[in-house]
């Protein structure tokens, strides 16, 4: 991504409302934690819903009694499985506020006063369509697991639809669970407007850019739960990756916006992910499929660089495993 920019100068206008939407699906064993992070926000959503897809490990009652303790929590249970996307749709299309976020009850907030920069930050600035903050990447009992982002000067870096969208194209920096969404962006395109089941988030991202800037917060917004459970650690892991990936972005290049280098730029990515997924044995035979495509030397690149420094990493652990218990 591109140097930060700095903080323009807002223009006073009224306040946003917002609305949290919590999604769960046998995650209530998370989700008080989660409710206890959003009622330690210094600026508290307007509506808080959770919304349950019959989860069979958790019952009904359980969850109505949990969200009860919290004041204005509105509990909803869906009378079948929607499966995610069409959960998400659901809920979002009930949204009357300003904005919202979607949040999963495995997750919680970190800084208290996220709530309070996004809409301060989306408020003074009507172009900024979407602000999300950096995310940590927790194990399941909420230790941090590798680096923290560093600390800055910047309250907040603008991202133009162009710019991220490049960014986007290769990789997705935009986390899922600490977004806020101006609402009145489902005037032009929906909720999920491509829903693949594995890459929704992704997809919607790549869309919005088309429609205005997004704005990152320099704060750290929530904590991503590493889990069994987790379905993105299920997917990224199957057997099917490549192609999953493959029919996700042919969706994005159907887009009615997409341009000619857009989609060149898309097809660079969708070799990254693939070349990077590859199991070992796999790889030369990826490389050689994608030797002509142009763009790609730089990919293949980083894509070697980066394999042989985890086979070095996991080699260098066995040694030094070794070491210990020769002692």
């Not at 807002?10 to 939407?21: G, I």
């Not at 399941?140 to 986007?168: H, I, Q, Y």
Request: with cysteine; aromatic share 8%.
């Amino acid at each position: 991504m591109s140097a930060p920019t700095p903080d323009e100068a807002p223009v006073q206008r009224e306040a946003m409302t917002l609305t949290a939407v919590v999604f769960t699906y046998n995650y209530g064993h998370f989700l008080g934690k989660l409710l206890d992070t959003i009622f330690a926000q210094t600026r508290r959503p307007d509506r808080i819903v959770v919304s349950d897809d019959c989860s069979p490990n958790d019952s009904e009652e359980d969850l109505r009694a949990l969200c009860a303790r919290y004041e204005g929590v509105t509990f909803i249970r869906n009378p079948v499985n929607l499966g995610n996307v069409a959960h998400y749709r659901a809920r979002l299309s009930e949204v009357e506020t300003d904005a919202y976020l979607l949040l999963s009850a495995d997750d919680y907030l970190v800084d208290p006063n996220f709530f309070a920069r996004a809409l301060e930050v989306m408020t003074d600035h009507p172009e900024i369509i979407a602000a999300y903050g950096h995310h940590r990447a927790v194990d399941k009992d909420g230790n941090v697991l590798g680096k923290v982002v560093p600390a800055t000067d910047r309250s907040w870096t603008r991202f133009a639809g162009p710019e991220l969208r490049r960014e986007l194209a290769l990789a997705n920096p935009v986390p899922a669970v600490c977004t806020v969404i101006r609402t009145a962006l489902h005037e032009r395109v929906p909720p999920f407007p491509l829903g693949h089941g594995h890459a929704c988030d992704w997809q919607q991202w790549y869309v919005f850019t088309y429609y205005g800037d997004f704005a990152r917060l320099e704060l750290i917004g929530a904590d991503y739960r590493i889990h069994g459970d987790n379905m993105s650690v299920a997917y990224e892991g199957g057997s099917d990756y490549a192609d999953q990936m493959r029919a996700a972005y042919a969706q994005v290049m159907d887009w009615p916006d997409v341009t000619d280098e857009d989609r060149a730029r898309l097809e660079v990515g969708l070799a990254r992910r693939v070349l990077h997924a590859a199991p070992l044995r796999h790889l030369p035979e990826e490389l050689a499929a994608h030797a002509r495509q142009p763009g790609i030397a730089p990919i293949a690149g980083e894509v070697l660089l980066t394999r042989v420094a985890r086979v070095a990493d996991r080699l260098a652990a066995k040694l030094r495993q070794r070491s210990f218990d020769a002692e």
